[in-house]
């Protein structure tokens, strides 16, 4: 898609809207279908701070005090800016696409928003490609192995050259640490029919972070989803099946010791699947595999199904 400021009147927008199926809807935007694009349009009517006095920490991120932008803005109390640890905060929605832009003509196996959407000298959303024939990525799982593989393949290929770019997909596995039994979401789609691979989805705003460097704590968060995902589609094992109590999921830094209860009983099942068993208990251990690791997993297992 050529990249591309698009300016619109209300009246245009509302037409769009009610012309248009939405095709996604969240907290965050709604999705329309536009041709053969998607319209994201932020639901905050006011969602777009211009901050130019930026306050980067070590990882590049913005850390301008929220309280004191409240105090120097006419804003609303749902705001753009949310701390997350000592790496910072999630860019602002402007800020982020705008990065993304920056960040697009390095990136080649994924869609980063280039198409800003704007409303008075405002953005207020940006443009993706409309993907046909998709299904989450989990429904992978149910594909011949040959086919798998070529998945999880694809994925990896595709969160490594975002993560090389220090873009972090954060929401890559919406399940929480605090409740990692809740059902699973992703943003990632399985695309089917001719053509077999997957997409990387809402790589803007909250759902993903641009960093000026590498952040190793935000690189941990991504391979923490990309390990769970790969193995649940690989092996079938449902990782977060057994309901644990509270007292049960007390976690406590990086100790992902809640694992043992649940994954020690899958070991067995990984290994004679095929994946190598120093890789299924680094994973017991740890909770994630480094990308190194991932690969060499699904090297290993294209060798026992081949």
Do not use: W
């Not at 709604?30 to 006011?46: E, H």
């Not at 799982?141 to 290929?157: F, G, H, N, Q």
């Not at 406590?252 to 809640?258: E, I, T, V, W």
């Amino acid at each position: 898609m050529q990249k591309q400021v698009i300016r619109l009147t209300s009246k245009e927008i509302e037409e769009i809207k009610s012309k248009n199926k939405i095709v996604g809807s969240g907290s965050e935007a709604t999705l329309y279908k536009v041709g053969p694009n998607v319209y994201k349009f932020y639901n905050d009517k006011d969602p777009i701070i211009k901050i130019d006095n930026k306050v980067l920490d070590e990882d590049g991120v913005n850390i301008l005090c929220y309280k004191k932008l409240r105090e120097n803005t006419k804003i609303n109390d749902n705001r753009i800016l949310n701390y997350k640890d000592s790496d910072g905060v999630i860019l602002a929605k402007e800020e982020a696409i705008i990065k993304a832009i920056e960040t697009g003509s390095k990136v080649r196996l994924s869609y980063l928003p280039n198409n800003i959407i704007y409303e008075d000298n405002k953005a207020i959303g940006c443009v993706y490609p409309y993907y046909k024939n998709t299904l989450g990525v989990y429904s992978a799982a149910y594909l011949p192995e040959r086919i798998k593989l070529m998945v999880c393949k694809d994925l990896i290929s595709k969160v490594s050259e975002l993560l090389d770019n220090n873009v972090y997909p954060l929401d890559l596995d919406k399940r929480s640490v605090s409740n990692p039994i809740s059902k699973a979401e992703s943003d990632v789609l399985l695309e089917y029919g001719f053509n077999i691979g997957t997409h990387i989805v809402d790589l803007d705003g909250a759902s993903t972070l641009y960093t000026e460097s590498y952040s190793h704590n935000k690189t941990s968060v991504v391979l923490y989803s990309l390990t769970s995902m790969v193995l649940e589609i690989l092996t079938k094992i449902k990782l977060y099946e057994d309901k644990l109590s509270d007292d049960d999921f007390m976690f406590n830094g990086n100790d992902y010791s809640y694992y043992k209860e649940y994954v020690n009983k899958h070991i067995d099942e990984m290994v004679k699947y095929g994946i190598p068993e120093n890789l299924a208990l680094k994973y017991y251990e740890y909770g994630k595999l480094e990308m190194t690791d991932i690969k060499r997993l699904i090297r290993s297992v294209e060798k026992k199904h081949r």
